[in-house]
């Protein structure tokens, strides 16, 4: 990370949890199990609601829609509402994934229906995104004017209707045999695209740009979600261990549903016939990434990665950020495209 990036997401991060810990009623007093449950989530307090310091996670989207705003010729501090809103909101789906996955643990942490059962975390999860909405409407307070906030508001419910489909696409592919490389792209765009879509329109639309820069920023971060989840299909089966944290094995030994295996599953009866068996082994690990190598599963993976790199690139840069929020943002973007873990 440069300097300049460093720097000015220190300041934009420090203000957004500001921002979410006002929305969310965490003023330093001990909450009660309602609040307390939201902060747990959040990582600001234990399961004693005693003051803890987890990590929040690495919050690009908001952070992208605060540069978004400022290279489009807004304040960024006006966008700080959409901010909390966004990063709120994809909180809120971790409480729910969490459930459905039957995870037990986020961050470090027992999740939050582990300690407190499931009826509890899916009430806190419907309490979130709540907040979220609230977090949108204190646009009004930040000066911005009626007219986009409504429009942003629209945005930000279209988006969560867009966040259902894709998760209930993802949970209904678990279930099936079968699943075409196109459903996957459809599914990935909902659950995870879209977000980071969001996060830029709505910095340039608070900043005030016209349809058409709007339209560029829209796309640059619907083309910047794709190319990460691509990417990090990718290294869930050819990644570096020492660097991703985890074995590249697992997406293969899980049988997980990424892009490289079902472009070879739709090129290859082999890996169909290997996929059909019920255990996975380290042979099955071996065979199965020798026929994914063979029939050009890592080849054509690669190539959408690069395509939706591109892609976000040429919009970023058909939008004319301006400022060292321009660079600060050009900076991410290319850490996020170009990382290894």
């Known amino acids: ?5 460093q720097t000015i997401s220190q300041t934009m991060l420090a203000a957004l949890n500001d921002e979410m810990r006002s929305v969310l009623q965490a003023n330093n007093t001990m909450p009660d199990t309602f609040h307390g449950m939201i902060h747990y989530h959040m990582g600001w307090v234990d399961e004693s609601f005693q003051p803890v310091n987890v990590h929040p996670g690495k919050q690009i989207r908001p952070l992208l829609c605060l540069l978004t705003c400022q290279a489009a ?15 709120i909101l994809h909180n809120f789906s971790l409480v729910h994934d969490d459930i459905e996955d039957a995870s037990p643990t986020r961050r470090g942490r027992q999740t939050m229906w582990q300690i407190w059962g499931i009826e509890q975390a899916i009430n806190t999860g419907d309490a979130m ?13 930040r000066g911005v004017a009626a007219p986009i906030v409504v429009q942003a508001l629209r945005r930000f419910d279209e988006t969560c209707v867009r966040l259902t489909q894709g998760q209930h696409a993802d949970m209904d592919f678990e279930k099936r045999i079968e699943v075409s490389v196109a459903e996957y792209m459809a599914m990935i765009e909902g659950k995870t695209a879209v977000l980071v879509s969001l996060s830029t329109e709505l910095g340039a639309r608070i900043a005030g740009a016209n349809e058409d820069t709007v339209a560029h920023y829209t796309q640059f971060g619907l083309d910047l979600g794709l190319a990460f989840q691509v990417k990090d299909d990718i290294l869930g089966i050819w990644g570096d261990e020492s660097l991703t944290g985890k074995s590249a094995a697992t997406d293969i030994i899980t049988k997980k549903k990424t892009l490289p295996v079902l472009y070879g599953l739709e090129q290859s009866e082999a890996l169909r016939q290997l996929y059909r068996q019920p255990a996975a082994n380290d042979t099955f690990v071996r065979e199965a990434i020798q026929i994914l190598d063979a029939c050009g599963a890592r080849t054509f993976t690669q190539n959408r990665a690069s395509a939706y790199s591109e892609g976000a ?4 840069q058909a939008a004319h950020p301006s400022g060292s929020a321009a660079v600060a943002l050009q900076t991410l973007t290319e850490m996020l495209l170009q990382r290894n873990a």
């Open 73 to 87: 010729g807004g304040d960024w501090r006006q966008a700080l509402p959409a901010a909390a809103a966004i990063e």
């Open 1 to 5: 990370m440069t300097n300049e990036l």
């Open 313 to 316: 690139v040429d919009h970023l």
């Open 129 to 141: 995104f709540a907040f979220a909405h609230l977090a949108m409407n204190r646009l009004i307070e």
